[in-house]
């Protein structure tokens, strides 16, 4: 079975500064994906971002991107230029690519990220 | 753009009773996801549908049940509720999971409390 894990359970940073948010995952399969859900006060889950394991570039959208080492099992979201609107729960999540294995998610337990006006 | 949507947004129910939570996919997909989040937790999967069949189960207690309707909506039954039954209910869904748009969109959630 595949796990996630999100080794800082919080995390804060200044207004306009960059963070990173680390994900570490195990798996025994060779082509899976990987993502990162926002989950703000509201508790709605919004994908912020996603990567194919089978790709060596690392996604981007906007001011978030991420740094994916598939040897190292490593996933790590950056935010640069960080807004108040940050500030939420980030969880980093996997799913399998094959039918062999499972469609659903798996998600870290989260990072709770603060900004600081 | 059209996103999932779920009934009831919140439900109070007491010990004992019986709890039906609805959630319509985004319109073309076929593919529907249950979670339960509870309180300060990550979401654990459920139960998953793909053209109204069931495709996966996860850690889905068997006081629960779900389906999924001609319409691709489904229904998440929950009978003999206890008080650990209290969290967030998210459903999600995604267009065929072996095409290449594979992602899961989640929609606002149903949030149960049993008392």
């Known amino acids: 079975a595949q796990t996630v894990t999100q080794s800082q359970p919080e995390m804060s940073v200044q207004e306009a500064e960059t963070v990173t948010l680390s994900c570490t995952y195990d798996?025994?399969?060779?082509?899976?994906?990987l993502f990162w859900y926002k989950q703000p006060p509201s508790r709605q889950m919004i994908l912020v971002i996603r990567?194919?394991?089978?790709?060596?570039q690392n996604a981007t959208e906007n001011r978030f991107s991420v740094n994916f080492q598939k040897a190292a099992k490593s996933f790590s979201l950056k935010i640069s230029d960080s807004q108040l609107g940050d500030a939420a729960m980030y969880f980093c999540?996997?799913?399998?690519?094959?039918?062999?294995?499972?469609?659903?998610?798996?998600f870290g337990k989260g990072t709770k990220l603060s900004v600081i006006p | 753009a059209a996103g999932v949507i779920q009934s009831p947004r919140h439900l109070i129910k007491e010990k004992r009773e019986t709890a039906t939570l609805k959630c319509y996919p985004i319109?073309?997909?076929?593919?529907v996801y249950w979670y339960q989040q509870g309180p300060g937790q990550d979401p654990q999967f459920l139960i998953s549908f793909y053209e109204k069949m069931q495709s996966d189960k996860g850690s889905i207690p068997d006081r629960f049940s779900a389906q999924q309707f001609s319409d691709y909506h489904s229904e998440l039954n929950m009978s003999s509720l206890e008080l650990g039954d209290s969290a967030l209910y998210f459903c999600a869904s995604s267009p065929n999971p072996t095409s290449t748009s594979y992602e899961q969109y989640f929609g606002p959630g149903t949030r149960l409390t049993v008392t």
């Open positions: 999540a996997y799913r399998s690519f094959s039918g062999a294995g499972s469609y659903q998610l798996t």
């Open positions: 319109p073309r997909h076929d593919t």
């Open positions: 990567q194919e394991a089978y790709k060596q």
């Open positions: 798996t025994s399969e060779s082509d899976y994906y």
